[in-house]
């Protein structure tokens, strides 16, 4: 099973909106509602901020929003702050055969 | 909140076993289903596997079946994860996570070198 597919890189200046796409197939993301967010930051374990395509974990600001459409998931920070620099990966339910995660994406504050 | 430890930082031989343990606090294990991903070096996650409750099974990602097992032992609340005949690209941060299949809770990584 292939991972899902993310940008590897993105970049936005503090202050603008910032969003990655997470994209998969009917087998995973388009099947299911259980797609998951983690901020990764080096060196450090995955901190989850979405979970289940659009919730938030209390203590996540609300700057972080999930959706779906189709087979492709997107997590949208709005109002980009220097801390938000860090790797981002994306996850999908994918019933008897587990879970399979996405390649990441490298978050860039300008 | 769960916490989940995990054993420290190992450094094994190509062909030898590992065994990394995971103790689970704030909740008990048979609250949790307890997963078990990895992170090879400047690499992405990857799902090796864990518990499914709705199956009551332990579910494997194929590439590791037959090399991997995953238990646990619900007196003292700690999971195991054992991974035989390792390769050099077993070289890995190896992490338990739980709240099945959200993620929620991780463990801090256990470090695992594979070099002769």
């Known amino acids: 099973q292939s991972a899902l597919t993310q940008p590897p890189s993105a970049s936005g200046s503090p202050g603008q909106s910032v969003t990655f796409s997470c994209t998969g197939t009917s087998s995973d993301i388009g099947g299911y509602n259980f797609v998951s967010w983690f901020q990764q930051y080096p060196g450090k374990a995955p901190k989850v901020i979405i979970y289940e395509v659009s919730k938030r974990p209390s203590g996540v600001p609300n700057r972080f929003s999930g959706s779906k459409s189709g087979n492709t998931a997107s997590l949208t920070i709005s109002g980009l702050q220097a801390e938000d620099e860090a790797d981002y990966y994306c996850s999908s339910y994918v019933g008897t055969n587990g879970a399979i995660f996405g390649g990441g994406t490298k978050l860039t504050v300008l | 909140q769960a916490q989940l430890v995990q054993s420290g930082a190992e450094v094994k031989k190509p062909g030898a076993s590992l065994k990394v343990s995971c103790s689970i606090s704030?909740?008990?294990?048979?609250?949790?289903?307890i997963h078990w991903v990895r992170q090879a070096p400047g690499k992405g996650l990857e799902w090796m596997g864990g518990?499914?409750?709705?199956?009551?099974?332990?579910l494997y990602a194929p590439k590791f079946l037959g090399r991997v097992r995953m238990t646990e032992d619900t007196t003292s609340d700690t999971a195991y994860f054992m991974l035989t005949s390792l390769k050099f690209d077993d070289t890995a941060v190896y992490y338990c996570?739980?709240?099945?299949?959200?993620?929620?809770?991780w463990g801090q990584g256990t470090l695992v070198t594979v070099s002769s």
């Open positions: 996570t739980s709240d099945w299949p959200n993620f929620v809770f």
């Open positions: 704030g909740y008990t294990l048979d609250d949790l289903s």
């Open positions: 518990f499914d409750p709705e199956s009551n099974e332990t």
